[in-house]
C-alpha cells in the first residue's frame, strides 16, 4: 500500500500513536501501520500543554496511563491537536505530529554523567555528587576570579569567568530561576537563544514602535489584503500559523507574496514570487519606499499624524558616500548626536506639519531613498524589475485606509550582520502604508522557538533586566545615574511616554529579587546587580573562551555546539574550558564535543581537558508552567508525566545548586557573599520551587495597601497585582517583569483562561493572557484617526463611548484620553509618534543602508565602494581570518528550516528522523550542471572555516540570478543534522557560517556567506 506524506502523518497522529516509529519505520511493513489502534481514552488522563518547537504555540492535549496511585508513574502515549486553541483549532504540523517520539525518545537522558579530563566516555555519577562537586566549582572559581571593583574603584560585583545559557522552550518559571541564580552569582555573560534568532527584532521594532514584538497576533493574519512573505518562510518553518495566511487568501482574497532565494513551500502557494540574492533586502526594502514616495502610495494623514515624519533633525544631521555623520573609523563607530530631532526651548521636538521643511523627517528620507530606483534594486538584488515593480504596485495600493498589509518575517531577516535594519525597512514601509495598528496589518516577527519570546520578555540577555529594562553599565555607578539615563523624556508634549515609569518597574524588580534586604538606603540594592563593562554576548564569550578567559560554562535546554556560528570554533572554544555542566533532556553535541564522531566531530579525547556534568532535564510535557507565544500569549500548560529514570524538572536542579552554593557561602565564607545570600529565594521548596509560586512573583504583589491618587484602597498587602498601573517606586510593590503584571491576579492564573469566544476581527481576549494588559493588536490607537474615527469601519478595534475607549480589543491607549487630544498612538516612544527615522537607537543609522554581506560576491558595494559593509560591524581578529573570498569561495550560501525538522530538536524524534533522515544540501540545476553533479550525488560545501558533506537535492527552486553584471548562484543548506540524534549521522550546519553578527544584536549571519561545492 502507498502512503502520501499527509496520510502518513494522519495515521500517526490519529491511529497509531506509541507504536508509531516501531511501526512506521523501515520494517517490518509499512501496511501494519494502517491497522488503527484501539485507545482506552476513557482511562486515560487529559492534560494540556502546548507544542515545544516553534513560537505558534499550538494547543496540544496529552494522554497518560498511570493511576496517579503513590510510586505508579503516569506515561503519555498519546497526543493530538487541541480542537479548542483559537490558532491551532486542532491542527498540528509534522514537528508537532512527532510530539510524542520525542517525549520518549531514546536520545533522553536518564541520569547524572560525569566525563573526567581526557577521558573517552561517560561514568554515571549520583544527584548528590554532582550538586556537591558543581557548587563546589562554582564557589572556587567565583571567589578566585569575582571583580568586586574595576580599575576606578566602582563597584560592579561581577564574575566573568563562568558564563551560563539558557533555554528557549522551558517555562517562563524556569526561565526566571536560571535569572535569579545568575544574577546573585553576579554573571554577566548570560544570554538565551533569543541572541541566536530574534535580537535584531528587539533592536528593530522597539525603537520603531516601542516593543520589540510582534505586533498583531496569528489569526489577525487572515483579515490582511496583502501578505508579504520576506526573510521567512512560515509554510515550513511555522506551518499552523500559516494557516491564517491562507485564510486571508480564502476569504478575504488576499494576494501572498514572496521574496526569497529559493521557492520555497510558501512561494509554492503565493500569488506572486520573487527570487532576491541572500543579504540583499535592505536594498530590495529601500526601494519599495522610493516607489512609494515617489508614487505618492503613502496614508497620508496616518504619516503626517502618527509618524515622526514632521519632526525636524538636527542641522548638523548628514550622510555622504555610505557613511552618516559622526563616523570614527579608528572605533569602527559612530558618535550618535546629530541623529536627533531640533529641539525647542521647551526640551520638545520641533515639527512641521507640512512635511515641506528641507530637514522634517520626510524629505531626508526621500533624499535617502532616491538612490535605490528599481534598476538599482534589481543591480544589487537580481531581483528582476517587473517582479519588483508589481510587488511595489500591489503593497502600494494598501496605502488606502480600507486596506491593510501584513509583513511575515523570522530569521531570513534577523540573522544577517544587517539583519535589525532590513527590519526597519519593512517597519518604515507599513508607516507610511498607515499599516501599523490595523488589524490586518502590522510587523508580525515570527518567532522561532516557543518560548523565546518569554525568554526575551524575562531578560536572560546579558546586557538586560526583566521588562526591556537594561542591566546597568559600570558608568552608572549609582541608582540614581542609572534610573536618570534610563527614563526617558517627553519629546513632544502631551504624549503618554509611558517608559517615563522606569523606576517604578525597576524598583519592584528590586523587591522582587532582594525582598526585605532591597531598602531605600541601600538603593534597593542596586549594587547587587552585576555591572558590566564590554559586551558578554554568545559570539564574545565564545571568543573569550577560545582566549582561556573563561573557566566554567552551565548550557541549560540549549545546544551552542549546533547554534554558535563557526563549529569548528566553537569545538576549540569548549575545549579551553575547564569545566561545563550541560542541563537538557536529550544528549546534545554540546555534552559530547569532547567525542570523535569521524568526519563530522573529528577530534581526540585525550587532548581535550574540560570535564563535564551532564544532568538530565524534564522536557515540556513534564512540567508545569507557561510558554509566550509570538503573538506574546502566555499560555499555562500542564504536566502529564513525571521525567523519566532520575531526570529532574528544571528548576529542581537550580534550585539544588543555588542552595547547596548559599550553603557554602554560609559555612565558609567567600567573596560578596552578600546577593547569594540575600537574594529573595524564600520559597516554599527552596529546593524545588513550585511554578505557581514563580509565575505570582513575575506578576508581581502589593507590599502594602496601594491608594490611588483620589485615596481610593487599590490593593491590600499581600494581593497579587491587578496590573502593571498599580507599580509604586517607593517599595510597596513587587514584580519581577512588569509586563507580565495582570498574567495571575486575585482572580487566578489569567494564563490558564480558556475561554475561545471571538470579540470581533479574530480577538480572543479569554484565551489565555497577552502582555502587556491582555492586548492583542498593539498600538490599535492607530486604527483609528485623531478624532477616533476608524480609519477603515469594517475592522473596528476600537471606539470612544464618550469617556472610555472600548472595542474587540483592549486600548493600547491611555483608556480615557478622549479622541481629538494631542495624544498620539505609539505611547511607549518618547514623542509618541511611529519612527521613520530612528534617531539614535541603532548603530549604523537613522535610516536603513544596503551594505554587503562580510563575505560577499561582489568586488565592491554598488552603491559606494569605499565603504562596501556595515561600517559598524564587531569582527574579532580571530574570526576576520576566517572570513573567505569569492575567488576561492564563489557561490552564495544560505541556511534554513525544512518542514519536517525543528532545529536541533526534531533529530531525536524517530518519527521525523524517518520522513527526514538524511542531511542534503539544495542546488541549482545550472550549476550542478556546472560541477557535473547528479541528484543524489554526496557533495562537499566548503568554507574558510570547515566543511560538510551531504547528499545533493538538485533543484529548480534556486536559480542563477544577475547581480551587477555578474552570474550568482546560491546553495541551500538546511540546517537539522549533526552527529547525535536517531537521524543518520551527520554534520552540523554551522560547521560553515562566519562568526559575525547584526551589529545591534550579534545575532549571528546565518543568511549570506560564501562556499564552495564540489562532487565528492
Ligand atoms: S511546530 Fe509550530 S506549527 Fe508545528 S505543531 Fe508545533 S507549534 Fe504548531
Redesign the pocket.
Known amino acids: 500500500m502507498e502512503l502520501g506524506r499527509r496520510q502518513f502523518f494522519k495515521l500517526c497522529t490519529v491511529g497509531a500513536a506509541g507504536a508509531t516509529a516501531a511501526t512506521l519505520g523501515f520494517a517490518p511493513a509499512i501496511a501494519n501501520a494502517t491497522q488503527p489502534r484501539q485507545y482506552k481514552l476513557l482511562r486515560a488522563r487529559e492534560t494540556r500543554n502546548?507544542?515545544?518547537?516553534?513560537?505558534?504555540?499550538?494547543g496540544i492535549l496529552m494522554y497518560s496511563l498511570g493511576d496517579g496511585a503513590k510510586n505508579a508513574k503516569s506515561s503519555i502515549f498519546h497526543i493530538e491537536g487541541d480542537p479548542d486553541h483559537p490558532v491551532?483549532r486542532g491542527?498540528?504540523?509534522?514537528?508537532?505530529?512527532g510530539l510524542l517520539d520525542y517525549i520518549h525518545s531514546d536520545q533522553r537522558l536518564k541520569y547524572p554523567e560525569y566525563r573526567a579530563p581526557g577521558s573517552d566516555k561517560w561514568q554515571r555519577i549520583s544527584w548528590e555528587e554532582a550538586i556537591e562537586r558543581i557548587a563546589r566549582l562554582i564557589k572556587d572559581d567565583r571567589d578566585a576570579n569575582f571583580i568586586e571593583k574595576n580599575e576606578k574603584g566602582v563597584t560592579v560585583n561581577r564574575w566573568l569567568s563562568t558564563a551560563m545559557l539558557a533555554s528557549s522552550a522551558a517555562s517562563n518559571e524556569t526561565g526566571i530561576l536560571d535569572f535569579y541564580f545568575a544574577r546573585a552569582l553576579g554573571i554577566v555573560g548570560l544570554d538565551c537563544q533569543a541572541r541566536l534568532c530574534h535580537g535584531p527584532t528587539v533592536s528593530a521594532l522597539a525603537p520603531s514602535f516601542g516593543r520589540g514584538a510582534m505586533t498583531n497576533n496569528w489569526v489577525d493574519i487572515k483579515n490582511a489584503n496583502v501578505v508579504l512573505v520576506m526573510g521567512g518562510n512560515p509554510a515550513e518553518a511555522?506551518?499552523?500559523?500559516f494557516k491564517w495566511a491562507i485564510e486571508a487568501k480564502v476569504r478575504n482574497g488576499a494576494k501572498l507574496i514572496v521574496v526569497d532565494p529559493r521557492f520555497n513551500r510558501s512561494a509554492a502557494v503565493a500569488d506572486l514570487y520573487s527570487p532576491i540574492r541572500a543579504g540583499s533586502d535592505v536594498a530590495f526594502l529601500m526601494g519599495v519606499v522610493n516607489y512609494l514616495l515617489s508614487n505618492d502610495k503613502i496614508q497620508h494623514e496616518y504619516v503626517r499624524h502618527y509618524t515622526n515624519a514632521s519632526l525636524i533633525v538636527r542641522e548638523d544631521f548628514g550622510f555622504d558616500e555610505g557613511l552618516f555623520s559622526g563616523y570614527d573609523e579608528a572605533a569602527r563607530k559612530y558618535d550618535k548626536s546629530s541623529w536627533t530631532y531640533e529641539l525647542d526651548g521647551d526640551g520638545f521636538a520641533k515639527r512641521d506639519l507640512s512635511l515641506t521643511h528641507p530637514r522634517c523627517v520626510f524629505q531626508l528620507l526621500k533624499q535617502h531613498v532616491s538612490r535605490y530606483t528599481p534598476e538599482r534594486v534589481t543591480q544589487i538584488c537580481g531581483t528582476p524589475k517587473d517582479d519588483f515593480l508589481e510587488i511595489c504596485r500591489i503593497l502600494g495600493e494598501t496605502s488606502a485606509p480600507d486596506r491593510t498589509a501584513t509583513f511575515l518575517y523570522a530569521l531570513g531577516w534577523t540573522q544577517h550582520t544587517s539583519g535589525a535594519q532590513m527590519i526597519r525597512g519593512a517597519a518604515m514601509i507599513q508607516l507610511l502604508l498607515g499599516n501599523i495598528g490595523m488589524s490586518g496589518g502590522g510587523i508580525n516577527a515570527l518567532r522561532g522557538h516557543?518560548n523565546i519570546q518569554g525568554y526575551t520578555d524575562l531578560g536572560l540577555l546579558s546586557t538586560r533586566l526583566p521588562g526591556y529594562m537594561n542591566l546597568p553599565t559600570d558608568q552608572q555607578t549609582d541608582l540614581a545615574t542609572y534610573l536618570a539615563q534610563s527614563t526617558p523624556k517627553a519629546l513632544l508634549p502631551e504624549q503618554i511616554n509611558y517608559y517615563k515609569n522606569t523606576p517604578k518597574f525597576f524598583v519592584s524588580l528590586m523587591k522582587d529579587l532582594w525582598g526585605d534586604k532591597a531598602t531605600r538606603e541601600n538603593g534597593w540594592g542596586f549594587d547587587w546587580l552585576p555591572k558590566w563593562d564590554r559586551p558578554y554576548d554568545m559570539l564574545a564569550v565564545q571568543d573569550l573562551m577560545t582566549e582561556g578567559r573563561i573557566n566554567g560554562y552551565i548550557v541549560q535546554g540549549f545546544n551552542p555546539l549546533a547554534a554558535m556560528p563557526d563549529k569548528n570554533k566553537g569545538v576549540e572554544a569548549l575545549s579551553r574550558l575547564k569545566w561545563m555542566v550541560v542541563i537538557d533532556p536529550l544528549a546534545t553535541e554540546t555534552s559530547t564535543f569532547w567525542q570523535n564522531h569521524g568526519e563530522p566531530n573529528d577530534v581526540d579525547p585525550a587532548k581535550i581537558r574540560t570535564e563535564v556534568f551532564r544532568l538530565p532535564s524534564s522536557c515540556f510535557a513534564e512540567e508545569n508552567g507557561a510558554i509566550v507565544n509570538s503573538g506574546r500569549w502566555l499560555q499555562w500548560h500542564y504536566a502529564g508525566a513525571e521525567p523519566p529514570g532520575e531526570a529532574w524538572h528544571d528548576g529542581k536542579i537550580i534550585g539544588h545548586l543555588f542552595m547547596k552554593v548559599r550553603e557554602l557561602y554560609q559555612r565558609e565564607g567567600g567573596v560578596c557573599p552578600e546577593p547569594i545570600l540575600n537574594l529573595n529565594w524564600n520559597f516554599r521548596r527552596p529546593l524545588d520551587p513550585e511554578p505557581e509560586e514563580v509565575a505570582k512573583r513575575a506578576n508581581g504583589y502589593a507590599l502594602a495597601d496601594l491608594y490611588d491618587d483620589g485615596g481610593k484602597l487599590v490593593a491590600r498587602k499581600g494581593e497579587l497585582l491587578g496590573d502593571f498601573s498599580l507599580l509604586r517606586d517607593d517599595g510597596s510593590t513587587s514584580s519581577y517583569c512588569w509586563v507580565f503584571a495582570g498574567s495571575w491576579t486575585e482572580a487566578g492564573n489569567q494564563m490558564a483562561r480558556r475561554d475561545n469566544a471571538d470579540t470581533g476581527l479574530g480577538c480572543t481576549p479569554g484565551w489565555a493572557f497577552a502582555w502587556p494588559q491582555n492586548r492583542r493588536i498593539l498600538y490599535n490607537r492607530a486604527s483609528a484617526d485623531p478624532q477616533g474615527q476608524p480609519w477603515d469601519p469594517a475592522r473596528r478595534i476600537l471606539e470612544w463611548n464618550g469617556s472610555r475607549w472600548v472595542g474587540c480589543d483592549v486600548a493600547d491607549f491611555g483608556a480615557s484620553v478622549p479622541p481629538g487630544s494631542a495624544t498620539a498612538p505609539f505611547i511607549m516612544l518618547p514623542e509618541g509618534l511611529g519612527r521613520l527615522f530612528s534617531t539614535g537607537a541603532l548603530n549604523e543609522g537613522p535610516f536603513p543602508e544596503h551594505y554587503e554581506p562580510i563575505e560577499s560576491p561582489l568586488a565592491a558595494n554598488p552603491l559606494h565602494p569605499k565603504v562596501s559593509q556595515n561600517p559598524t560591524v564587531r569582527l574579532y581578529e580571530r574570526d576576520r581570518a576566517r572570513m573567505g573570498s569569492r575567488d576561492e569561495f564563489p557561490y552564495v550560501a544560505t541556511t534554513y528550516s525544512i518542514t519536517e525538522l525543528?532545529r536541533h530538536w526534531t533529530k531525536h524524534s524517530r518519527l521525523n528522523a524517518i520522513i527526514q533522515p538524511e542531511q542534503f544540501v539544495e542546488i541549482g540545476e545550472k550549476l550542478a550542471a556546472e560541477k557535473g553533479i547528479r541528484a543524489g550525488d554526496i557533495v562537499k560545501v566548503t568554507t574558510k572555516r570547515g566543511y560538510i558533506k551531504a547528499k545533493a537535492v538538485v533543484t529548480k527552486r534556486i536559480k542563477a540570478l544577475q547581480v551587477d553584471g555578474q552570474e550568482i548562484q546560491q546553495v541551500g543548506i538546511p540546517c537539522h543534522w549533526g552527529f547525535e540524534g536517531t537521524t543518520r549521522k551527520g554534520f552540523l550546519a554551522n560547521t560553515l557560517t562566519p562568526g559575525v553578527g547584526d551589529a545591534n544584536s550579534q545575532t549571528p549571519e546565518y543568511k549570506a556567506f560564501l562556499v564552495n561545492v564540489e562532487k565528492v
Open positions: 502546548n507544542c515545544t518547537y516553534c513560537s505558534v504555540g499550538c491551532s491542527s498540528l504540523c509534522p514537528k508537532g505530529a511555522h506551518p499552523v500559523g516557543s525543528f
